[in-house]
C-alpha cells in the first residue's frame, strides 16, 4: 500500500459522550484508513457507534463529547485544528450526507441560495456558474423541474426531496471525501437506485473518496471495496467487500449476513 494514496487515516479513536448518567463510552479504539477514490462500508447494529464515527471525522461531535486518537485527512491531522481551519475543510474537502436533510438546511434560505453560496464559498465560479452546476446535479438526481426546486424553500420538499438536494449539492463540491450516512434510508427504491447510480458514478471518476454508513447490505455491496463492521463501539471485523461478503470471519458479521439471507428468502 502505498502510503501517499491514504486519503484518511483513523487511529485508535475514542468518544466518550456525556450523559445525565455520566460520561459513556460510544467508541472505542477504531482505526481504518481509506484510500484515495475508494469506498469503505461501514455497518453495525444501531447505536454501536457509525455515526458518532463520522461526526469526530468531520469534528462536529457535541461539546461535551471526549475524543481522543488520531484523524488525519491527507496527511494532515485534523484533531485539534481550529473551527475556522474545519469550516475551511467542510464543505470543500470532506462533506456530510446525513441521515436527516433537514438538518443540513437553513430554514429561512432558498435551496438556490444555499446551494450557489456553498460552490461560490469554496470555488472561484460566477453566481450563473454556480446556479448552472447546481441544475445539472438536480437534474443528475432525477429531481423534477430544477428551476423550481431552486426557488423552493428547504420546508416546501418532502425529506426524500431534500435528501436528494443535498446530495447533489456534495456532489457538485467533488470532495476528496465524501461521508454519507444512511443516505438511503428515507429514500423509495427509485430513488435509491438514483443514489446508488450517483455513488457509483462518483466511484468511477475516482476523485472522491466515500465513507459510506448503512444498514441496507445491498447498497453496501453494490459499492464498497472494503466494509468494517462495528459491534458496541468497537469495529470486528474488517475486510475487501468481496472477502467479507464470501467468507465472513467474525460471529457478528455471519449474524449480519444471515439476517440479510433471512429477508431476502421471506422477499423472494
Ligand atoms: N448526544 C448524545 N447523547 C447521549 N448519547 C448519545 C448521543 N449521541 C449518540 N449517543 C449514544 O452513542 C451511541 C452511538 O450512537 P451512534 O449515533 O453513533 O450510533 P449508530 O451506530 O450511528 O446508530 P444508528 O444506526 O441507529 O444511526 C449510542 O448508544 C447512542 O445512544
Not at 447505536?47 to 461531535?61: D, E, N, V
Not at 461539546?63 to 484533531?79: P, V, W, Y
Amino acid at each position: 500500500m502505498n502510503k501517499r494514496d491514504i486519503l484518511l487515516d483513523v487511529n485508535g479513536l475514542n468518544i466518550q459522550i456525556h450523559t445525565n448518567h455520566g460520561q459513556v463510552s460510544t467508541v472505542r479504539d477504531v482505526s481504518f484508513q481509506i484510500m484515495a477514490g475508494k469506498v469503505l462500508g461501514i455497518v453495525g447494529e444501531s447505536g454501536c457507534g457509525k455515526s458518532l464515527t463520522c461526526l469526530a471525522i468531520l469534528q462536529l461531535l457535541q461539546k461535551h463529547a471526549i475524543m481522543q486518537g488520531s484523524i488525519r485527512l491527507q496527511g494532515r491531522e485534523l484533531t485539534g485544528m481550529t473551527s475556522k481551519q474545519m469550516r475551511n475543510l467542510r464543505g470543500k474537502d470532506m462533506c456530510l450526507i446525513m441521515q436527516n436533510p433537514m438538518n443540513a438546511f437553513n430554514p429561512v434560505l432558498s435551496i438556490e441560495k444555499q446551494f450557489v453560496e456553498t460552490i461560490r464559498t469554496h470555488t472561484a465560479m460566477s453566481k450563473i456558474q454556480a446556479k448552472n452546476v447546481a441544475l445539472e446535479c438536480l437534474k443528475e438526481m432525477n429531481l423534477p423541474d430544477p428551476e423550481k426546486v431552486l426557488e423552493r424553500y428547504p420546508f416546501e420538499l418532502s425529506g426524500g426531496m431534500l435528501q436528494r438536494v443535498m446530495i447533489a449539492l456534495s456532489i457538485a463540491m467533488r470532495p476528496a471525501l465524501l461521508i454519507a450516512d444512511e443516505p438511503t434510508t428515507a429514500l423509495d427504491n427509485v430513488n435509491r437506485r438514483t443514489v446508488v447510480e450517483a455513488f457509483r458514478k462518483i466511484k468511477k471518476e475516482g476523485e472522491t473518496a466515500i465513507l459510506l454508513v448503512s444498514h441496507d447490505l445491498e447498497v453496501i455491496n453494490e459499492l464498497a471495496d472494503e466494509v468494517a463492521v462495528m459491534k458496541q463501539g468497537e469495529i470486528v471485523e474488517i475486510a475487501p467487500a468481496t472477502q467479507l461478503f464470501t467468507n465472513p470471519k467474525h460471529e457478528y458479521t455471519k449474524l449480519l449476513l444471515d439476517a440479510r439471507m433471512v429477508a431476502e428468502s421471506r422477499i423472494g
